[in-house]
């Protein structure tokens, strides 16, 4: 059983920044496909970022491009959320997905799934 938790988000200003953490008990996460997703209020479940296991492949949502990162280090069995420039409309629960059947993203596929951090931007 992976159990992920997510740490790191809080209130920030518009155009400031936060990093997300995603951490797992249960076992490494070193060789999954690894995403992020937000949903923000009266709004479904969104796609932001994922990353291959071994961290040279990453994917991002338009609306995230140029301002959001997404990394991980497998030896601290740890993903991260870079996010830069934030906008009043990047406020959502934050959600770390792991998927364990796959070691490069596959939409739709994540099995595992924290159970979120806020992030509110003001403006």
């Known amino acids: 059983q992976v159990l992920l938790e997510e740490s790191g988000g809080g209130l920030v200003q518009a155009g400031g920044s936060l990093r997300l953490f995603c951490g797992a008990s249960?076992?490494?996460?070193?060789?999954?496909?690894m995403g992020w997703f937000r949903q923000a209020p009266g709004k479904g479940r969104a796609f932001v970022a994922a990353?291959?296991?071994?961290?040279?492949?990453?994917y991002y949502a338009d609306s995230v491009k140029g301002r959001f990162t997404i990394s991980r280090d497998n030896a601290k069995n740890t993903v991260y959320l870079q996010m830069n420039s934030l906008k009043p409309e990047d406020a959502a629960v934050y959600y770390c997905?792991?998927?364990?059947?796959?070691?490069?993203?596959?939409?739709?596929?994540?099995?595992?799934w924290g159970q979120g951090t806020q992030v509110t931007v003001s403006s």
């Open positions: 997905a792991a998927d364990a059947r796959h070691s490069d993203y596959v939409p739709g596929s994540f099995d595992y």
């Open positions: 249960g076992r490494s996460l070193s060789s999954y496909a």
């Open positions: 990353i291959n296991w071994r961290g040279d492949k990453t």
